[in-house]
């Protein structure tokens, strides 16, 4: 079921035609009452003129002009005694009791009279009621004409002026469905309206942010796709090896190679795998989780790695510390620190993790005795893929690239330090709010 959509141009011209006809409307009822108020008036002093008339000049008054007036008129004169002097029409209306205007029924119709006393004569002069109504039906049809004639004008009118109005909408829709689906360029504002400027300035910061998403994902398609060559020519060269062995040892050796390059093959997609699921827009699962617990996790579940290759890997003094997050990002985020300081820690080395919190701040801090990294490379190292010249260590370079976005994610920020004994200590900090 198509769902019917309000129009922009139907709904500006009907409020102004509505605005347009109340006003209409409204000056067409006060003409209206103007008009009865003055022909009101105008009868009023016309039927007092004519029994003045009367009255003074004992004669009826000749109505030359009475024949282009609808409806009937009336007039009687009663003398001192109350008898009947004179009467324009047969049988006679009755005798007013009262001067001055007078409202009756008389011969099935109503009047509306003035009555005068004039030396002992009673003079009444009337018009029919429905006289004003013909009249009025008359002066009513002319001003109803107009303004069915106006109110046509300014639909038209108006019509045309908000098609032109609304023509850079239609623009920009043209501009927007004839545009090539790879061009991310933003739109010109150069020719918009002011009322236009906040909506084409919104789509071109969107074009933006879409043209960095894309920029991103071509990139990290091209270096992922670089990364895993390596893992791949390597398992490809050792397995030509392995066909052409001549000795069981040569066979053994190409066959470990191969295993090594499956296995760092392997790490480096789950790893491409947990960057992709780092969705920058939505940070799902949001709840306290408690920092101490997931660090005291990533020790355990690291000491298997950190035991095969002769490293000393503990947990060092952790106070209790509750931050806001996704627990399986913050998990994640420390299993990368502590596999990074296992995996470049020499043998015989130490790994220590803790979790300290004050009044300002939560930290986790992850130490190791390896070899550290330089100052200058402090900033590079958080890159996508960004390995240490002369590192002999095999690794992915992504490690460092995932803790830097989880924290960020996280509102915590990621701080780089070098021991002063040797070794490399890493602290991911979350701000309190005062």
Same mark, same amino acid.
């Given at each position: 079921m198509s #769902?019917r959509?309000p ?6 011209l ?5 605005a347009?006809?109340?006003l209409?409307s ?10 009865v108020?003055s &022909?009101?008036?105008?009868r009023?002093l *016309?039927l007092?003129?004519?029994a003045d ?5 004992g004669i009826?008054?000749?109505?030359s ?5 609808p ?7 009663w003398?001192a005694?109350?008898?009947?002097l %004179?009467?324009?029409h047969s049988?006679?209306? +009755?005798r007013?009791?009262k001067?001055?205007?007078?409202? &009756? ?6 009047w509306?009279? &003035? #009555?005068?006393? %004039?030396q002992g004569? =009673? /003079? ?10 013909e009249? &009025? ?6 001003? $109803? ?10 639909t038209v009118?108006?019509g045309?002026r ?7 909408l239609?623009?920009l829709?043209?501009?927007?469905s004839?545009?090539?689906p790879?061009?991310?360029n933003?739109?010109?504002?150069e020719?918009?309206p002011?009322e236009?400027l +906040?909506l084409?300035?919104t789509l071109?910061?969107?074009? *933006?942010?879409? @043209?960095?998403v894309?920029d ?8 992922a796709a670089h990364e895993?060559? =390596?893992p791949v020519?390597? /398992?490809?060269?050792?397995?030509? $090896?392995a066909q ?5 040892q *040569?066979?053994?050796r190409?066959?470990?190679?191969i ?9 480096l ?19 306290p989780?408690r $920092? ?5 996790d990533g020790?355990?579940g690291l ?11 503990g947990? @060092? ?9 996704s627990?399986? *990002?913050?998990?994640?985020l420390i ?10 820690t ?6 220590d ?10 930290a986790?801090?992850?130490?190791d005795?390896?070899?550290g990294?330089p100052?200058?490379e402090h900033?590079? #190292?958080f890159?996508r ?9 095999p ?7 995932i803790v830097?976005?989880v924290a ?11 021991r ?6 890493v602290?991911? #900090?979350?701000?309190l709010?005062?």
């Amino acid at each position: 079921m198509s #769902v019917r959509r309000p129009s922009i141009r139907i709904t500006v011209l009907g409020w102004q035609l509505g605005a347009m006809l109340l006003l209409g409307s409204v000056a067409v009822m006060a003409a209206y009452t103007l008009a009865v108020r003055s &022909f009101d008036a105008l009868r009023y002093l *016309e039927l007092s003129q004519i029994a003045d008339a009367v009255a003074r000049h004992g004669i009826e008054r000749q109505n030359s002009d009475e024949e282009d007036q609808p409806g009937d008129f009336l007039s009687q004169v009663w003398g001192a005694s109350g008898k009947l002097l %004179y009467t324009s029409h047969s049988p006679a209306a +009755p005798r007013p009791a009262k001067s001055g205007e007078v409202d &009756f029924h008389y011969d099935d119709r109503s009047w509306h009279g &003035f #009555v005068r006393t %004039y030396q002992g004569q =009673t /003079i009444l002069v009337a018009r029919e009621s429905g006289a004003r109504r013909e009249l &009025f039906e008359r002066i009513s049809l002319p001003l $109803l004409t107009v303004l069915a004639g106006l109110t046509l004008l300014l639909t038209v009118i108006l019509g045309l002026r908000v098609s032109r109005a609304l023509a850079p909408l239609s623009d920009l829709r043209a501009a927007l469905s004839t545009r090539d689906p790879a061009s991310l360029n933003p739109l010109p504002t150069e020719q918009s309206p002011r009322e236009l400027l +906040p909506l084409v300035g919104t789509l071109n910061h969107l074009l *933006e942010r879409i @043209g960095a998403v894309l920029d991103g994902q071509r990139r990290f398609i091209a270096d992922a796709a670089h990364e895993l060559r =390596t893992p791949v020519t390597a /398992i490809r060269l050792y397995a030509q $090896l392995a066909q052409r062995a001549e000795t069981a040892q *040569e066979r053994d050796r190409a066959i470990a190679n191969i295993e090594a390059s499956c296995t760092r093959a392997a790490h480096l997609v789950e790893q491409l795998l947990a960057l992709a699921r780092l969705d920058p827009d939505h940070l799902p699962g949001v709840a306290p989780v408690r $920092l101490d617990t997931l660090a005291r996790d990533g020790v355990v579940g690291l000491s298997a790695l950190a035991e095969a290759r002769h490293i000393d890997l503990g947990l @060092g003094e952790s106070a209790e510390a509750t931050v806001q997050g996704s627990e399986s *990002e913050l998990r994640m985020l420390i299993n990368n620190l502590i596999d990074n300081a296992v995996r470049y820690t020499p043998a015989g080395g130490q790994v220590d993790v803790s979790v300290a919190a004050t009044a300002s701040e939560v930290a986790l801090c992850v130490e190791d005795s390896g070899p550290g990294i330089p100052p200058e490379e402090h900033e590079r #190292v958080f890159e996508r893929f960004r390995r240490l010249a002369g590192a002999d260590q095999p690794g992915t370079g992504l490690g460092l690239a995932i803790v830097k976005n989880v924290a960020e994610r996280h509102g915590a920020q990621v701080r780089l330090e070098n021991r002063a004994e040797g070794g490399l200590r890493v602290r991911v #900090v979350w701000p309190l709010a005062a």
